[in-house]
């Protein structure tokens, strides 16, 4: 009886450590070229689902050097990825570093995955400073659970969300979350041995893009960093973050960056939230349609008290400025502007959202 007891006492004893998760960041890596004719499907496709999801996935497309002459944007940084997946026919998709078929990209298939969880904390900032052609990223991760390996890497890609030309044989007329760089470097930064529990690295880069830009040729024309860049529209660069076991090439986690305006959010603690967070719930209230506009253009906002709309040239200067009306619409008779890119801009007093938009007669 006595051993019984001790034997119970032993086991009601025993500690059971549950590993700490969090949600995961689905990551999206697209292989694809304006010359590629299955190309177009694929983005017709993928990029109406993955526009419902804006902030939730990181998403990121390589402009690749074939079929043909390849796209103009494509880079060897893009191209060293492609050999990492053994990629030798576009398009190709990978999701969490697995190959799958476009198709599979849906609504319900990515409400599933955003209910995963992961075991390694991701977070990544930035600020851009266009004037100096410049952008400052703060990346963080946080390892939740042993990641054994000999060697996992921590990717930083830059992206342009959507570039216009680029435009060859396929078709596209437009293309999103558009690959231009990658950091800390070339190849990422190389972690060799294990990742334990616990083990953090925070990161602190400032990359300014070099020299005019250029439109090459085709693919054979590559830009040269060094002295040149592609960037369309610097306002337009975004950050995401993801880490990666190179031997498997398991994924992880990502992370989707935060576009900040101001130092002290860039560098405020890890996970604290951003004293402009009243302004990302405005942004997100904010909705515009239809982009492209050809004859109206209307803003719909959740709250349009005090709201004002002004739409600019993307130099600044004001083109016109509507009313509210019912229903806390405001609606910009476009009919007669010049087709082109435009900046909207929507202030409420304590917070302001700028917007592009385009507009084609």
Not at 48 to 73: C, K, T
Not at 178 to 203: A, C, E, H, N, R
Not at 243 to 270: F, H, M, P
């Amino acid at each position: 009886m006595k051993k019984l007891i001790l034997s119970l006492l032993v086991m009601t004893s025993a500690v059971f450590v549950v590993a700490q998760t969090v949600p995961r960041v689905p990551l999206y890596e697209v292989f694809t070229s304006s010359t590629c004719p299955p190309c177009l499907p694929a983005s017709e496709h993928m990029t109406p689902i993955f526009e419902q999801y804006h902030g939730q996935l990181a998403i990121v497309r390589y402009q690749m050097n074939w079929p043909g002459s390849g796209d103009p944007y494509f880079t060897t940084e893009g191209s060293s990825r492609r050999t990492t997946y053994g990629v030798t026919g576009i398009p190709y998709l990978t999701h969490n570093g697995a190959n799958e078929s476009y198709s599979t990209v849906s609504n319900s298939n990515i409400d599933a995955e955003l209910l995963n969880m992961a075991e390694m904390k991701m977070e990544v900032r930035y600020m851009i400073d266009a004037a100096n052609q410049s952008i400052r990223i703060r990346g963080y991760y946080e390892a939740l659970k042993d990641f054994p390996g000999s060697l996992h890497r921590f990717f930083i890609p830059v992206i342009e969300n959507k570039t216009v030309q680029n435009v060859k044989s396929n078709g596209e007329t437009e293309f999103h979350e558009v690959f231009k760089k990658m950091l800390p470097t070339s190849s990422g930064d190389i972690i060799v041995g294990d990742i334990v529990t616990g083990q953090t690295k925070s990161f602190d880069i400032t990359y300014t893009f070099k020299g005019s830009f250029r439109l090459p040729s085709d693919a054979s024309d590559e830009i040269d960093n060094a002295t040149e860049h592609s960037v369309e529209e610097f306002a337009d660069l975004h950050v995401i973050m993801f880490g990666q076991n190179i031997t498997t090439k398991e994924i992880y986690q990502a992370a989707v960056g935060e576009s900040v305006d101001n130092v002290g959010d860039l560098e405020r603690i890890w996970g604290s939230p951003a004293a402009s967070v009243k302004n990302i719930a405005f942004e997100n209230s904010v909705s515009v349609y239809p982009n492209p506009a050809f004859n109206s253009l209307t803003v719909n906002v959740a709250d349009a008290k005090n709201t004002t709309f002004e739409l600019q040239t993307l130099d600044g200067v004001l083109v016109d400025i509507a009313p509210v009306s019912y229903g806390g619409k405001a609606i910009f008779n476009v009919s007669n502007l010049a087709t082109g890119l435009y900046i909207l801009k929507v202030s409420n007093g304590e917070n302001t959202v700028v917007k592009k938009v385009s507009v084609s007669h």
